[in-house]
């Protein structure tokens, strides 16, 4: 289909064939340059030069959804499971007729949803029917693009369930699996494996992790890791949800409270431990937030591998905030490249404390850091003051003092139990924010939030309009290989003489309590880019070369032209 986009523009080329023969020679179609290092045009990485006066949009996109968003997941057909959890009673959204769960905790008979499935293209969503209950859980896309989600509370605290995208919808909907996981898992953290499994990491006393699928070779199911018993304070924890990322070496870091490690999962050996990050706690109750930052991928030469946590709570807020007192909450970030041969924390601070973050990668290697309170920790009832305005962090600005850009506040407090994830447009989809152990809509600062939006990043204003590639096309198709050369055809909306891109490769992020599980950003390494006619340009790219770099499943690809990205374009590697 790719390959036809660009056809359907040959009569244009023939009309524009004598215009573009005036074009500077480093502009015109060329063969030669197929070739790797080809300098068409600069394929080096540039700053996004968006100035900081503009500032993002928020869009209500629905007043209710009926449930509140406390997980969130991204698919490739371009529809997000949304849930929340099932022993607090009714939820504001009907199932189908016929359809209702027995003998909840709360409930005996409970023909309400807690879990719907949210169409981005046509803004409209539908009920979804979950057994057990999802509270606090994990999860991650397996290679095929079914979510496997696993953990939650009482009777769901072992389940493994799946979803499935299908084509119709009608039919897709929540499935249990008759095994279960090997030990309880809530406030647990997951992440896809190279290997194209599911490892299942903590939890609340749960020390230990798991696979799913088992193999011959798991000996019993589970393997107590004592870095989660070391990380965990007593009387707060502060260790949960831990922070999971796969190396390009295939080993797994894991980072707990103030500490890091990386873990060998598949001789069960702890290989390195890191420096303890400065100042605050990180981890639930104390809830922090990372992201590890974009690889940038050249052949033959191992990526950069940093990452970067911010926010959080000082040790002893939450036991204070069960008191009514409410600490502040930390403003501090810290980056620590783990390839480095002495890896260290480098320190920043962000414009305004802030607990409960949400992280997201953007398609133009910047951070955006929303959601979340000034004082408190997680928890019922534990912050108090919501920080409305995202934050946007920029890794590759040379002066720190002008990495941080504050955006335009949203109107809605985000505070416990509230999600973000990026879509395939370049907006933000946000939602949730329940800090109290039911549904409560009036008599209280923070009410329960059922709401959706959509935040729209400074790249999306109007007047960038004419920056924003169109029509974005893969020539191979859907499914790519490991190493694969290949191309993305796009055009642009006016002739750009000095056009620059960069093309992001981003897989669908689950995300719960302030972390992104399996978030990642890729920058392809850019053989070349052919000017086809005036409006029209094919980059020549190579895919990631690992399963370690790049686990198999789904990803969105973006060409970014001058910090613009235009629409992403799925594509599955294996």
Not at 277 to 303: C, D, F, H
């Amino acid at each position: 289909m790719g390959l036809i986009k660009i056809q359907s523009f040959s009569f244009l080329f023939t009309i524009l064939i004598l215009s573009s023969s005036s074009l500077p020679h480093r502009h015109r179609h060329n063969r030669r340059h197929h070739r790797r290092n080809s300098q068409l045009i600069p394929s080096i990485f540039h700053p996004p030069f968006i100035p900081s006066n503009v500032n993002g949009e928020w869009v209500l996109l629905h007043e209710s959804i009926g449930v509140s968003a406390m997980h969130m997941q991204l698919l490739y057909n371009n529809k997000v499971i949304i849930f929340d959890r099932t022993d607090f009673g009714a939820s504001n959204l009907s199932l189908p007729q016929g359809k209702c769960r027995f003998d909840d905790e709360v409930l005996d008979v409970d023909c309400s949803a807690h879990s719907v499935l949210y169409d981005i293209l046509s803004n409209t969503y539908r009920p979804l029917m979950v057994q057990t209950d999802v509270w606090c859980s994990s999860g991650a896309l397996n290679s095929d693009g079914t979510l496997i989600q696993t953990g939650g509370y009482h009777a769901g605290d072992r389940k493994i369930r799946l979803f499935s995208p299908c084509d119709g919808d009608v039919d897709c909907d929540w499935t249990e699996l008759p095994q279960n996981l090997t030990v309880q898992r809530w406030y647990a953290s997951d992440h896809i494996l190279p290997d194209g499994r599911v490892i299942i990491v903590g939890g609340r006393k749960a020390f230990s992790y798991e696979f799913f699928p088992k193999t011959m070779d798991d000996n019993g199911g589970v393997f107590h890791l004592p870095f989660l018993v070391e990380t965990t304070d007593p009387m707060e924890e502060n260790n949960l949800y831990p922070f999971l990322y796969i190396l390009p070496d295939g080993n797994l870091y894991i980072f707990s409270n103030q500490r890091s490690i990386v873990l060998d999962y598949v001789n069960h050996n702890v290989l390195r431990e890191f420096p303890m990050i400065p100042g605050e706690k990180r981890n639930y109750p104390a809830t922090g937030s990372s992201v590890m930052l974009p690889l940038r991928l050249r052949q033959g030469q191992e990526p950069v591998v940093e990452v970067m946590i911010c926010g959080g709570a000082w040790g002893g807020a939450y036991v204070k905030a069960l008191e009514g007192e409410f600490w502040r909450g930390s403003s501090s970030c810290g980056r620590m490249r783990l390839t480095d041969p002495d890896p260290k924390w480098v320190m920043e601070e962000m414009p305004s404390g802030r607990v409960m973050p949400d992280m997201l990668l953007l398609p133009t290697g910047d951070v955006l850091i929303l959601n979340g309170a000034a004082n408190g920790a997680a928890g019922w009832e534990n912050a108090i003051d919501p920080v409305l305005n995202p934050v946007l962090y920029r890794p590759d600005e040379p002066d720190p003092r002008r990495r941080f850009n504050v955006l335009t506040p949203t109107t809605i407090a985000r505070m416990y139990h509230s999600s973000a994830i990026l879509l395939p447009d370049g907006r933000i989809l946000v939602g949730g924010s329940n800090p109290h152990s039911t549904y409560n809509f009036t008599g209280v600062k923070y009410p329960t939030e059922l709401s959706l939006e959509a935040f729209s990043p400074p790249y999306l204003a109007t007047q960038y309009a004419h920056l924003r590639p169109l029509n974005q096309a893969v020539d191979v198709g859907q499914v790519l290989s490991y190493g694969q050369q290949f191309s993305i055809t796009f055009t642009l909306p006016f002739p750009q003489p000095d056009a620059e891109f960069m093309v992001s490769m981003i897989p669908p992020s689950f995300t719960t309590h302030s972390f992104g599980m399996n978030q990642r950003l890729l920058f392809l390494e850019i053989v070349g880019v052919e000017r086809l006619f005036m409006f029209g340009y094919r980059v020549i790219v190579f895919a990631p070369p690992t399963r370690n770099i790049a686990p198999p499943g789904y990803y969105m690809v973006f060409v970014v032209h001058q910090g613009v990205p235009g629409h992403s374009v799925w594509v599955k590697i294996q």
